[in-house]
């Protein structure tokens, strides 16, 4: 590894005046803006190359306006006082799926800015994070954000989050992340308030890697929090929970360009790469410390995160099955929260039963994998995990439709809690829609006499698919929701099998609960005769369960595919005609003898939507 | 021009393959009475008044263009309407052309032309200018149908075109059909096959409607008008395809149907990916492996031409795959279907070229590859277009 030049502004902080700190809040209150104008105050970032949502570096996230990874940057504040604070913070997202994320921060992290839109007010995530942020023994300064806007009720949700946290309304803080009022006053609030990082900089080395990337040139590079002691570059480090010990090549701060220095002390938060390419031997969430003077107890790591949904990932050109084995590694290192273990289809051929936290992260996760890769995939209908008891009484958990034992006891469900807060004027609304997706209330609170929290018992599978959009329409989009996994039940459910030309397609199975399967198979069939295109031949399209056919449509045989002539010799637009169509071709996956667009396969899970 | 006497039936293999080693010239006329609702060519509407401009800036084309490799043994006028031009005008232009290189013993000279401008003494004149092939666009024999067309003429008119063409001495006599049109009923166009027909036509097209981007009808049809049902057009074709083969005419490519000895040389040289000449706007060429095509507006082309510039918008040269791949997918396109050599071979192995042979759409017959349904050829070309490059 070539040395570079280290900055010398960037040389080391005392502890006493690092402050650590993330940015949580419901999705969209505001926190990547807020962390702009953070940056521009006080990142090594000229106005020049500042751009909105600095950190949101990815393309899916400045596309979809979302933040769906946590971000670390290291800034630096003056005090009034002349005082040189090295604030590390990190911008975390707000999407339910992402909760992973958020811990992960938090982790990393001795205070939390907890973000409240001035219009919205406090929502499913900002009580989820805020709670978290608690546990975690963190210092939370809570924020009033968006006060610019003309709607802005900075008074009334200053008390929503003061009742949530236990403080007066007058801790509250109100900023505007626009034009960037109350900012200042929000530093300060973070210097004040949040404490700095405890550790003693002669102890053994420990560090949390609380994140990590593939980079093609460099190998690994891991995000570490240190705890305890010092990290230099040079040193032989040890990770312990996979026993690893390289050395360090490279340590450095993200500002948020990535910088080398010479070391990071205690409570510093920075990167460090070793030259390991092989992703299994770096683990998120171990604990880095020196070879030569090793500690001996690991920071506490986290919770495997629990995937909520499982869909089989396929590359729709069967070469690229290992090259999907390498991307899904690579990308797994920059998200913890990915499972994935290989199964086959007989439709599909090889690929993943993959593990998301939702349907958002399995779509973000596609993408990712399609554009970071360029691979070409095929996702099946996304399903909960159920747990089947046998005849004998063991119990097998079934991630796949096409798993489910001919011959079982009982099938038991996934239930989550879920929790939903919506303005008071729409209580009857959700309560009617929760009991619509089989729910039972286990407690309802009123947060303020405008706000309700209501708290229930779930099917997951009926939260997953479908729910969101609806409560989102049934409350001109004020509810919201958040959900945790909240064990099992037995439930009457059947597997709908869909045979296409009278061969069974287990990509498109789905285990729903009895009483729906007419309605589902129904809807399927329906669905896939308006996409999949006519073929050479008719093709029947059934929807099954166990041999009984409960649904039946036909696509009929194409007759006419053909253009006119190529008038006065222009070739070459015939050509690229039929190049584009072809294109349109490479979208379709060949299910025995039939050509599926491979949108196909997502759609099924839209159709609950309509 | 092959006469009765030696007729070669226009699906013959060696017919098709012969006209690759044959050189063509196009002309591009782009006047128009009216611009009809469907059409995206090369046309213009009320333009007439640049008629004597534009004869002259094809003249200059024809002389600046770069050596004929041989004599053209077809030539082809096409527009837009030619006789929007007076023959006078379209005899000149065969001038200027025989000029270059001469014209092959036999030459094929077709011109397009619409009921509407014909009459018998524009008929003999032109084939005293030297045409001998005719294509009328006649579209339909329905007056309503010709009315959703925008077409002006009576279907009397167009029969008696058929007529006064061959009286005038023209050899081969085209017509030109659409299906499919909204309005279009069974009976309507078996009736205008059958009259096409009994007028004595040498030569048929069946061209289904389409819509094409940009034009009235794809805007009709994006606020609600009906669009040409494909199904539908599957039945036309098939009917007047029962209905040429009972009068003598035998398809020889996916929309066209002629008499032993009426095959159209033009289009033959194009399907056989041979050479040709491209005058006037828009008009295309194939010159040493490179296809290029001319700019469309007539008041850019002009201009250019008049400065002596260049008048060439675009150009493309294809490598070996993709011409190999070319080769099929033109070669297709007729019932004489095209030698499979290394394309077609790797065509049939392919999954998707398997597929095609199981459902009776490809068909090998000794070294050749033909496409037994025509309706289906889209799919076999993009099966083609779909094959890795390979060295061939
Ligand atoms: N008027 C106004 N708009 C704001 C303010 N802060 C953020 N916004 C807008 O609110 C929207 C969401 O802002 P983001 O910063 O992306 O929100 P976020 O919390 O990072 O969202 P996620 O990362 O997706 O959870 C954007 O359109 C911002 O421009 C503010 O103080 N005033
Ligand atoms: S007459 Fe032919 S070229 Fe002219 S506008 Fe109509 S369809 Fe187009
Ligand atoms: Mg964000």
Known sequence: MPARSLSPELSLPPTALIR?????????????????????????????????????????????????????VRLHHRAPGGAEYT??????????????????????????????????????????????????????????????????????VAVEIAAVLGVSPGEVLRVSSKSGAGVDELLAAIVERIPPPR?????????????????????????????????????????????????????????????????????????LI?????????????????????????????????????????????????????????????????????????????????????????????????????????????????????????????????????????????????????????TGTVMELLREHRGELSSMQYLTPERVELVYRVPLAEIVFGFFDRLKSSTRGYASLDYEHDGYRAADLARVDILLNAVPVDAFSAIVHREAAYSYGRRLVDRLRGLIPRQLFDVPIQAAVGSRVIARETVKARRKDVLAKCYGGDVTRKRKLLEKQKEGKKRMKMVGQVEVPQEAFIAVLRVDAD | MPTEGAATRPDDPSLADAAASLFGAYLHVPFCRRVCPYCDFAVVAGREDQAERYVAAVTAEIERAEPFPSAPAAVFVGGGTPTRLSPVALARLLRVLERRRGLAPEVEVSLEANPEDWSPAVAASLVAGGFNRVSLGAQSFDSGVLAVLGRRHHPREAEKAVFSAHDAGFASVNVDLICGTPGESPASWRASVERALAAGIDHLSVYALTVEAGTPLSRAVAVGAPAPDPDRQAERWEEAAYLAAAAGLIRYETSNFARPGHACRYNLITWAQGEYEGFGTGAHRHRGGTRSWNVRRLDRYLEAVEAGGKVVSGAETLGPWEQEAERLVLGLRRAAGVRAGAGGGRLEQSEAGRRLSAAGVLERVGDRLRVARPLLGDEVSRAVLALEPADC
């Open chain 1, 199 to 271: 550790g003693e900089d002669s102890d053994p080395l420990r560090a949390l890697v609380f994140d990590s990337y593939y980079d093609t040139y460099r190998g690994v590079v891991c995000y570490l929090r240190v705890r305890d002691g010092r990290i230099s570059t040079g040193d032989r480090l040890r990770f312990l929970a996979t026993g690893e010990s390289p050395a360090a090549d490279e340590v450095g701060v993200l500002t948020p360009r990535a910088v080398p220095v010479a070391t990071l002390g205690p409570g510093e938060v920075g990167y």
């Open chain 1, 20 to 72: 650590n700190f993330c940015i949580v809040a419901h999705i969209d209150h505001g926190k990547s803006t807020l962390a702009d104008r953070l940056l521009e105050r006080g990142a090594a970032v000229s106005r020049r190359d500042m751009r909105e949502q600095m950190l949101d570096s990815m393309d899916l996230e400045r596309e979809r306006g979302i933040t769906i990874k946590a971000q670390a």
């Open chain 1, 87 to 156: 604030l590390n913070l990190i911008d975390t997202p707000g999407h339910v799926d992402f909760t992973y994320e958020v811990s992960r921060s938090l982790a990393a992290s001795e205070g939390a800015v907890l973000l409240v839109d001035a219009v919205q007010g406090v929502e499913a995530q900002t009580l989820a994070n805020a709670f978290l942020a608690v546990e975690g023994g963190l210092e939370v300064v809570p924020v009033v954000n968006k006060i610019d806007l003309p709607a802005a009720d900075a008074d009334r």
């Open chain 1, 274 to 426: 070793t030259g390991v390419k092989e992703i299994d031997r770096i683990r998120v969430g171990d604990t880095v410390t020196r070879a030569d003077r090793p500690a001996t107890v690991s920071l506490p790591g986290y919770r495997e995160p629990k995937p909520m949904v499982f869909s089989g990932l396929y590359p729709s050109d069967g070469d690229q099955f290992e090259r999907l084995r390498e991307a899904l590694e690579k990308l797994r290192l920059n998200d913890a929260s990915l499972s994935y273990e290989p199964e086959t289809s007989r439709a599909l051929g090889f690929g993943f039963r993959c593990g998301f936290l939702g349907l958002l992260h399995m779509e973000i996760v596609r993408e990712r994998l399609e554009r970071e890769y360029d691979l070409d995939l095929v996702a099946t209908a996304p399903s909960v995990a159920y747990r089947v008891v046998l005849p004998d009484g063991r119990e097998q958990e079934v991630r796949s439709p096409q798993d489910l034992p001919e011959v079982r006891r009982e099938i038991l469900e996934p239930y989550v809690r879920a929790l939903v807060i919506t303005p008071s004027t729409y």
